[in-house]
């Protein structure tokens, strides 16, 4: 572990960040993005400025709420186009720094860092994340947040612990000291029901949860999810960096800020996601033959539901009554997390850069 050093680039609150590129006015202001970016209707906001942030704004959460708590904040509508264009030019540049790259969403990627021989690699890839973060800056007119670590787990914390706009680096043997106080609720992937499970065992802090017997957390989350609790809480994670390959499907997802169960704001939320990803399929050249819709219960069961077409399309107007249909073969007896869609089985050779 020592050995190696990956980073983690994040570009901060990147949909109300572009919006605020195109319109430098708006700098310092609330922006809030969400669906047509008109708060009197059903939506959900898809991303919010730090400005906004601070009255307590966050992404999922219905823009009716977000306006009762940002009244003066600005409401725009989504727009993909942009955002997929920025994203290519970010993975572009991030390309540049290693064959070992990994983007992990539109607007963050993983960089594993090759050391010089005889080279402190942490510290070599602290001037690498530098350069990055510079290079977004002066070349895309945006701010990145990085992380710099001994592994994925380690750099992401990292970068999480540097936003907005920051760079912080954890060694191998930092870990532990940094660890030992820390919420077991901010180890990453840790979910509410996980972080709460694991207070109800007595299990506060991520140093608590290093020292549990990977038996006694197989018990209580099974085999897969107690290792990994437990290995994580010891920044162990050998997990690669998986360089870019064609897509095997595009996808959107959203957690509701509050669990809901009025089916009209499921139907128009997962209505905006399918459009989303509608013009993500037409922006990369591909066609899918296949859509799925996935629904998660506040209890986290999740459901999911899948239909193949007779021929290749990426017209909304085929793939929406296909995912409605999918959503209205579910049955809605809990209040509703999560909802997300997915289309797969692409045809088409123009090969997507993010």
Known sequence: MTNRAVVHID???FFASVE??????????????GADGDPSKRGVVSAAS???????????????????????????????????????????????????????????????????PGADPIAQAVEVAKDIKRRVKKDLGLTASAGVGPNKLIAKMASDMGKPDGLFAIRGEEIEKIFRDM???????????????????????????????????????????????HDHASGIDNSPVVPFSEPES?????????DTREAYTIKETLYILTGDVVARLKLSGYKGRKV???????????????????????????????ALKLLESVDLPRPVRLVGVRISKFTGSQPVSF
């Open 11 to 13: 570009l901060d609150a």
């Open 183 to 229: 919420p077991v609720r901010d180890l990453w992937g840790v979910g509410v029901k996980t972080g709460k499970r694991l207070n109800e065992l007595g299990i506060n802090t991520v140093g608590e949860l290093s020292k549990v017997p990977v038996a006694h957390l197989d018990r209580n989350f099974g085999p897969i999810t107690g290792r990994t609790l």
């Open 292 to 322: 799925a819709i996935k629904v998660r219960f506040n209890d986290f069961k999740t459901i999911t539901r899948e239909a193949t077409f007779d021929n290749e399309t990426d017209s909304l107007n085929d793939i929406w009554p296909a």
């Open 20 to 33: 605020i590129k195109k319109r430098p006015e708006l700098k310092g202001k609330p922006v809030i993005v």
């Open 50 to 116: 730090y400005e906004a942030r601070s009255f307590g704004v966050a992404s999922g959460m219905p823009l009716k709420k977000a306006y009762k708590l940002c009244p003066e904040g600005v409401f725009l509508p989504v727009d993909f186009g942009s955002y997929e264009r920025e994203s290519e030019r970010f993975m572009e540049i991030i390309r540049e720094y290693s064959p070992l790259t990994e983007s992990f969403g539109l607007d963050e990627a993983f960089v594993e860092v090759i050391a010089d």
């Open 250 to 258: 595009f996808g959107r997802e959203v957690t509701f800020e509050e």
